[in-house]
């Protein structure tokens, strides 16, 4: 039977329709007990100690969660642990030393599987390097790598002897580089001499010198080298060759050191509402016990799986869905360095069917371009070996889902939607694949014991339907802390929106809108803050907006990203130049390569529009709403608090090239 919402529907659903989970996936899942909801609820918080079983503790916690100063949470707190023993020794202490850990596909086609022995050997000597160079428990180290093996080693090796790791996007420019280090205080940085993009070797080490030079502390410097002869480079007087410090360390082991739960595992710079990225802070046995839960209850990661992630570890997602969830785990995680259309459009489907892939979780980005491409790629590829496939980074609408559902799953994989941030450590709103039901469009209900809520402005919970701002109302082990900027900041951006702490009432603010339907299942809309999704990856409209005003002769800029058609996640600078200053090629320039200069290639503008004025509310708030429904050619929202609309016409000529 058929009803309204399309229940219960069979192979040939119209786009949208709801689907239970494929019962050949419940049989063997590792959750399907649908009384896990109630189960949570009913005793939480302690409900989080099944989190918290999935890792090995050198001391026992005594506390579950501790809320006295909230919404300074702590969890697990009295526990000790170490990450890399987690992720490492007890594999190796089950048997399992031979057991891949990690399965590297390089762009040239290269491939390097390391087992856990290998990956433990490697992550012993280069914590016994790093120690050498003066690294001491809570330094922070700063990683500067492209998607190299060497990467989660470091981060492993950090991890082992305590020292919070700070990852910096290997495609981030010098000038973001050393704002983070500057901000982290990091006065060790693990670089390489470069890599290569689209077969051509580019260079990374120049990046990191211009970064070391406009840092304010001493920086000592581990270099990889990735390119051998491709790209000679010089390793100076403060800095040392990875593969020397690793010789000269050679068989050495580390005890791993026990941490706090509390002790914070890493930093990770995400942008924020101001041009200052904030330093996001994750702990030890928190973060380290929702990375394995959620990689285990959502991802249905099985030791014996092969699993692909294919994000960057740059970016939190490939922190805890490449390296921590599925390592501590002992799963074998895979890791691409290339670009899905590099050389072909085979490519990342011949590496899911040589490496008989079970999970595979992407970005909807990745998979509106696998749709634009068509079906052809994936199907002449036998990806019969896939279990389960998920999407993080940004909606996704119901069609790339079908599409997604259909020729890459094969019509018998179910779909998460996971949505989460750097924030949330983890997953907090997806459907249970063993449990729930899916619904194209909608990432699913909040996970158990996470209490989503949409509120409105006045932090009222709205009507089920109704779209507002998307909250979590309890605290969960996988939150960030605080920032490393301050905790003044890390309330102001995400606690005083919506708590009441007169009434100890703590409400997290995601910045993002969405609306919850009658069965509790929650659309994410998109952000409602000063923060854009290029290519899954969040930039900080500030952050760029800054870097255009300082090109010279710019006197005003907004930037939104596209979101429909072909230019779909495409940057666009909407710029108004001083007066006598002229719409010229050569400030295009300026104003694209300042952009490269003060982030990165990942921010730069593909079409700079030239304005005499930017839309303005009366009381001079730059509209970007508006913006953006012209940069996608939708239907203008509310324009009544316009102070000049006569100029989105204009720009609405402009776009379309009348
Ligand atoms: O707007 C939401 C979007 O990505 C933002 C978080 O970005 P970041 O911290 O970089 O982490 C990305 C990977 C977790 C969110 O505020 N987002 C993430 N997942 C989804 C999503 N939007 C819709 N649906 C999702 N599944």
């Known amino acids: 039977m058929v009803d309204r919402n399309g229940w219960g529907r069979g192979r040939d659903d119209p786009i949208g329709a709801r689907r239970r989970p494929p019962p050949a996936f419940v049989e063997r899942a590792n959750a399907a007990d649908a009384e896990r909801y109630e189960a949570f609820e009913e005793n939480w918080p302690d409900c989080w100690e099944r989190a918290a079983a999935l890792l090995a503790w050198d001391r026992a916690y005594d506390t579950v969660l501790e809320d006295e100063d909230a919404p300074f949470y702590r969890w697990f707190t009295g526990g000790e642990l170490n990450a890399s023993y987690n992720c490492l020794d007890r594999h190796l202490e089950a048997g399992r030393k031979n057991h891949a850990a990690i399965r590297w596909g390089g762009k040239q086609g290269e491939s ?296 890459v799953g094969g019509g018998t994989c179910p779909v998460v939607d996971t949505w989460w941030q750097t924030e949330t450590g983890g997953v907090v709103v997806s459907t249970l694949p063993g449990i729930d039901d899916m619904k194209p469009g909608a990432a699913g209900p909040p996970l158990p014991g996470i209490d989503a809520r949409v509120v409105d402005a006045a932090g009222d919970e709205v009507e089920a339907g109704d779209a507002g701002y998307l909250t979590l109302q309890k605290p969960w082990p996988g939150m960030a802390r605080t920032l490393y900027d301050g905790d003044d900041r890390f309330l102001d951006e995400y606690w005083r929106r919506f708590s009441d702490p007169e009434d100890d009432r703590w409400v997290y603010f995601s910045g993002d809108a969405a609306r919850i339907d009658d069965d509790g299942y929650v659309t994410v809309l998109g952000r409602v803050d000063d923060v854009i999704t290029v290519s899954g990856h969040r930039l900080s409209t500030m952050e760029i907006e800054s870097a255009i005003l300082d090109a010279g002769g710019v006197a005003e800029a907004a930037v939104v990203a596209s979101t429909t058609g072909a230019g779909d996640g495409e940057i666009y600078a909407y710029v108004s130049l001083e007066r006598d200053v002229d719409p010229a090629d050569a400030i295009r320039e300026a104003i694209v390569s300042r952009v490269e200069r003060a982030i990165g290639p990942i921010a730069r503008p593909e079409e700079v529009v030239f304005t005499p004025e930017l839309p303005k509310t009366r009381s001079g708030k730059i509209m970007r709403r508006l913006l953006e429904d012209v940069t996608n050619g939708q239907e203008l929202g509310d324009t009544s608090a316009l102070r000049n609309p006569e100029i989105v016409g204009e720009l609405r000529a402009t776009i379309r090239g009348e």
């Not at 856990?116 to 922070?140: I, M, P, S």
């Not at 994936?378 to 119901?398: A, F, Q, Y």
Request: hydrophobic residues 40%; proline residues 5%.
């Open 112 to 407: 390097r599987t390391y087992t856990y022995r290998e990956l433990y050997v490697e992550v012993n000597e280069f914590a016994a390097a790093l120690r050498d160079l003066g690294v001491g428990e809570d330094d922070v180290v700063t990683l500067y790598l492209p998607m190299i093996p060497e990467l989660p080693v470091a981060m492993l090796a950090c991890a082992r002897i305590g020292a919070p790791h700070s990852v910096v996007f290997a495609g981030f420019s010098a000038d973001a580089l050393a704002t983070r280090m500057n901000a982290a205080d990091s006065e060790y940085l693990v670089t390489c001499d470069g890599y290569y993009r689209r077969g051509d070797a580019f260079n990374q080490k120049s990046k990191a010198d211009n970064a070391r030079l406009a840092v304010d502390q001493g920086v000592r410097t581990v270099v990889v080298d990735r390119l051998g002869k491709e790209l000679p480079h010089v390793v100076g007087d403060d800095e040392c060759d990875y593969d020397a410090v690793r010789d000269a360390h050679a068989g050495e082991t580390v005890d791993p050191v026990s941490r706090d739960a509390e002790d914070m595992l890493f930093l990770m710079y995400t942008s924020g509402t101001t041009g200052q990225p904030k330093g996001v802070v994750h702990t030890t046995g928190g973060y380290l016990a929702y990375a394995a839960w959620t990689s285990h209850a959502v991802l249905d990661v099985k030791p014996e799986d092969t699993y692909w992630c294919a994000a960057d570890i740059g970016w939190i997602t490939g922190h805890t869905y490449i390296v921590y969830g599925p390592l501590a785990l002992g799963t074998t995680t895979m890791m691409y360095e290339g670009t899905p259309d590099y050389p072909d459009r085979d490519r990342l489907w011949e590496l899911l069917e040589r490496n008989a892939v079970d999970v595979f979780y992407t970005a909807p980005t990745a998979i509106r371009a696998f749709t634009k491409w068509g079906s052809q790629y994936p199907e002449r590829h036998d990806l019969s070996s896939l279990r389960l496939l998920g999407t993080v980074g940004e909606p996704i609408n119901p069609r790339a889902w079908e599409w997604y559902h259909k020729h």
